[in-house]
């Protein structure tokens, strides 16, 4: 279960930021080392620490990620592409949300969480697909994000088709993409 939980971090970690030593310096405030023995589960992390950690994902992307640890403790073997498998759901869920007319999607500048100087130092220059289901109700909101690299701006603002058809196209392709190259590897 907490190998699954790292692994889905990692991959957040990895899409957001240059490396997780300055994840951890900067965002984190912790040591590496710290870090290092919370993954080999040596260690638990302070609770203020984990709660900046779990603030790299929305809500209901939270809630996601408990479900695929849950799915990895009945099927053990689904802990083998944990990631991929988290991924996958997600942009089938923001599929499903976008076909229902409910939802909305959006391109979000970067928003950081650091002093403008060293932001360029620890953040990956990436776009952020927002996908939102709206209930009306303020602070209910459901949020899938997608970081993904900042070459995707240029095409969606290129693409001949609106926003909400881009997504429809291309998110899980273009979501997965570096999933399947880092499994590949």
Same mark, same amino acid.
């Given at each position: ?15 957001? @930021? ?17 870090? !290092?023995?919370?993954? &080999? ?20 992307? !939270?809630?996601?990620?408990?479900? +695929? ?15 991929? *498998?988290? &991924?996958?759901?997600?942009?089938? +869920? ?16 970067? &928003?950081?969480? @650091? ?22 109700? !303020? ?6 994000? @997608? @970081? ?35 499994? *590949?590897?």
């Amino acid at each position: 279960m907490h190998q699954a939980l790292v692994r889905i971090v990692q991959d957040r970690i990895q899409e957001q @930021f240059i490396n997780e030593e300055l994840f951890c310096k900067h965002y984190l405030q912790i040591s590496t080392e710290v870090w !290092w023995e919370w993954q &080999k589960g040596r260690s638990n992390l302070p609770a203020d620490v984990m709660q900046k950690m779990k603030g790299l994902f929305s809500d209901y992307e !939270w809630m996601l990620v408990q479900k +695929i640890i849950r799915q990895t403790i009945l099927f053990p073997e689904k802990r083998n592409y944990v990631v991929s *498998e988290y &991924k996958r759901l997600k942009a089938i +869920i923001a599929k499903k949300w976008l076909h229902s007319d409910e939802a909305d999607v959006e391109l979000v500048s970067k &928003k950081s969480h @650091f002093p403008r100087q060293s932001e360029q130092q620890v953040m990956k220059h990436t776009v952020n697909l927002r996908v939102v289901m709206s209930y009306g109700e !303020w602070g209910y909101d459901d949020i899938l994000e @997608f @970081f993904m690299p900042a070459v995707i701006q240029q095409q969606i603002e290129d693409a001949s088709v609106d926003l909400l058809e881009w997504v429809d196209e291309n998110l899980e392709d273009t979501y997965m993409a570096d999933e399947v190259s880092a499994q *590949e590897e």
